[in-house]
C-alpha cells in the first residue's frame, strides 16, 4: 500500500518529500567529494535518480536512507570519473617553501573549497546515529575534510556513514551492498589513517566564540584592510600556516608570511582592501575584496578562512575563487563608497 502511494507521487509531493533531506544530502556529498561545486551537482543527480526510481522504493528502508544510498553511490561515481580522486589543499602538495614571489595558479589541480556555515542551518540540530564519533561541526572542520579527501573513496564512504552519521554497521553494508567483514575492515583502515593525521583521536573542537576571540578578529580586520604588514603578522602563531589555493606555495611561520605580504602589499602595487564577515566550515571566514585606488567598485576576490587556536591565528586559508561569492550569499562588487 505505501509502496503504491509513493510510485504515484507527482512532482510537488516529491519536492516535499526530498525538501527536509536537502542541505543533509549536500553536506554528505561535500564531505565525499571536497567541491561545494561537485557537491550540488551530485544532489541534483540524486534528486533526478530518486525522482526516476521512486515507483522501485520500497520502505525496508527510510525514504532518507534511500536519498543516501542514491547519494553516496553517485559521489563514488563521480569521483571515480575524476582525474584526480581527491581534492587537496596546498599543503598535501609538497613541503612549505621560503618566500618568492607566487608564480603560475595551477587550476587544473582539484583544490578543495570551502562550505558556508549558512548551510547547515536545518541540518545542525539532527541527533547523529548513536553509534557516530564525530559531532556535526566537528566534522565540518576544514581539516577534518581535507583529511579524509586522502582516503580511498569507499573507505570514505564507511567512515562518514559510521562515524559521522552513525549508522550501523549492517545498514552501512546494505547501503554500499557489500558484507559486515568488508564494512569493518573498511572502517579500521579508514580510522587508522585519520589517527595518524589527529594524535588525539579527532580534530580541534572548534573553539566557543569570546569577548578575546572577537577583539582578535577585530584587529585582523583593522590590519588587513589597512594593509598593515607588522600588525598581520603579530597576530599569528609562531607556526601559522599561509595558504591560497590556486597557488601551490605554501608558507608557514611569520617570518614567512611577512616576506609575502610585504611582496604582495609592496609600495607601488596597493591595493585598497575589504573584508565581510562569513564563516565557513565552522570556523570564522572572510568575503576578500580588493579595489584599484581610483575604482568605483570593490571586486571579489577570494574567500579567507581561519582557524583561531586561544588567542592567535593558527592558518589562514584564502580560497581565490569568485564563484565561491554566490554561495555565501556575497555579491560579487560592492560600491566603495
Known sequence: MAHR?????????????????????????YRMLGSLH????????????????????ERRTSFRGWLYRIATNVCLT????????????????????????????????GWLEPYPDAALEGIADLAPGPEAHYELREAVRLAFVAAIQALPPRQRAVLLLRDVLGWSAGETATLLETSLAAINSALQRARATLAQRFPGGRPAAPPV???????LLERYVKAWQASDVEGLVALLREDAVWTMPPWRQWYVGGEAVRAFLSWAW???????????????????????????????????????LL???????????TFVDERLFSAFGLSLSLPTD
Open 307 to 317: 582557524t583561531l587556536e586561544d588567542d592567535a591565528i593558527a592558518s589562514i586559508t
Open 266 to 304: 609592496r609600495p607601488g602595487r596597493r591595493r585598497r582592501q575589504l573584508l565581510v564577515p562569513t564563516a565557513a566550515n565552522g570556523q570564522p571566514a572572510f568575503g576578500y575584496y580588493r579595489a584599484e585606488e581610483d575604482a568605483r567598485e570593490w571586486r571579489a576576490f577570494g574567500i579567507q
Open 209 to 215: 566564540p569570546d569577548d578575546r576571540q572577537r577583539r
Open 78 to 109: 563521480a569521483i571515480a570519473r575524476r582525474k584526480q580522486a581527491a581534492r587537496v589543499l596546498p599543503e598535501s602538495m609538497g613541503p612549505p617553501v621560503s618566500f618568492a614571489p607566487l608564480g603560475a595558479s595551477e587550476s587544473e589541480v
Open 38 to 57: 561537485d557537491a550540488e551537482d551530485a544532489v541534483q543527480e540524486t534528486l533526478v535518480r530518486a525522482w526516476r526510481g521512486l515507483s522501485g522504493f
Open 5 to 29: 502511494v509513493v510510485a504515484q507521487t507527482d512532482e510537488e509531493e516529491f519536492r516535499r518529500l526530498t525538501e527536509p533531506y536537502r542541505r543533509e544530502i549536500q553536506l554528505h556529498c
